[in-house]
């Protein structure tokens, strides 16, 4: 199959290269926010319960350590509103409104670019097809003998490796693209819900939590 890849490839022409570039780069942003992602979820229940456990036993310390220990985006935006526990509502809202200022474009990052190199792999296709018809098209013309009918369908089919190859590229980075946008929307649902959990936890309880907990 590689073979069959590489001798596909080598017929396409030039215009193979940037369609070439264009998957590297896609499958490069697909695995890097693939990981980040992956390492950026938390089962938020058991976040939940266990800041439940210390902000209820008055404990804040030992809540800003169980985010702290477990750095993520969702926990890092919590721990900024838990250390202004004993500030008015409005300072910890928003003191997790700016940590969620830094922490969700981190989060929505690069994925959009995703929809981007799968129309350029496309466009990138079609422009080496129709150059590499023009090509076979002008061959065929300027040469008097031999089976031209054969020619010319041998050079159709090497310009249309280039469409095919830029079709393949944009269906991997458009699957990639759906998956992330789905995975980055329930991270940040996760980050909504949570956040707004804390605050009421935390203003419910405030009277109980005491500094040097």
Known sequence: MLTAIS???HRGSWGMWPILFTSVVTIAIIVERAVYLFRASVDKDKLLALLKS???????QGAIKVCSGNPT??????QAGL???NKSDDEVQAAMDEAALRELPKINARTPYLAMTANFAVMAGLLGTIAGMIHSFGSVGSDEGGNKASELANGIAEALNCTAFGIGTSLVGLLGFSLLQGKTTHVVDDINEVT???VNLVTSHRAQMQPSA
């Open 54 to 60: 210390q902000v209820m036993s008055g404990n804040v």
């Open 83 to 85: 250390m202004k526990f």
């Open 196 to 198: 707004v959990q804390v």
């Open 7 to 9: 001798t596909a490839f």
């Open 73 to 78: 985006p969702m926990t890092r935006i919590v």
